[in-house]
C-alpha cells in the first residue's frame, strides 16, 4: 500500500497562490490515480481534484475549476496541487488520497491552508 505525506501549506492573502505536493511511498505510484480532496471546519470532507495514473486525464469541483490545477510527476512518485486566486473560502485542511481502482483507499494527514480575506 502507498503512503501519502503532504507538505505545502499554510497562510496567505486572498488573491495569493500556493501548491501542495503529495509525496507518495511504499508502492507502485503508477498504479494508483490520485486526488485532492478538503474539509473546512463544521463542513464534510468534498472532493478538489483528480488526476488519472497517467497523468492523462484530470477532473475538478466546480468551485476551484480554473483556478487549482492537479498534476503528477510519476518520475518523484508526487502529485502536486496548484491554487491561484485563493479565497477565504478556499480554507481548510487539504488532503491527498490514492485509489487503485474506484475506491479511495490511501489519505494522507493533511496539510491546512488559511487564506486571510
Known amino acids: 500500500q502507498v503512503q501519502l505525506v503532504e507538505s505545502g501549506g499554510g497562510l496567505v492573502q486572498a488573491g495569493g497562490s500556493l501548491r501542495l505536493s503529495c509525496a507518495a511511498s511504499g508502492g507502485t505510484f503508477t498504479n494508483y490515480g490520485m486526488g485532492w480532496f478538503r474539509q473546512a471546519p463544521g463542513k464534510d470532507r468534498e472532493f478538489v481534484a483528480r488526476?488519472?495514473?497517467?497523468?492523462?486525464?484530470?477532473s475538478y469541483a466546480g468551485s476551484v475549476k480554473g483556478r487549482f490545477t492537479i498534476s503528477r510527476d510519476n518520475a518523484k512518485n508526487t502529485v502536486y496541487l496548484q491554487m491561484n486566486s485563493l479565497k477565504p473560502e478556499d480554507t481548510a485542511v487539504y488532503y491527498c488520497a490514492a485509489r487503485p481502482g474506484i475506491e479511495w483507499l490511501q489519505w494522507g494527514q493533511g496539510t491546512q491552508v488559511t487564506v486571510s480575506s
Open positions: 488526476i488519472s495514473s497517467s497523468g492523462v486525464a484530470t
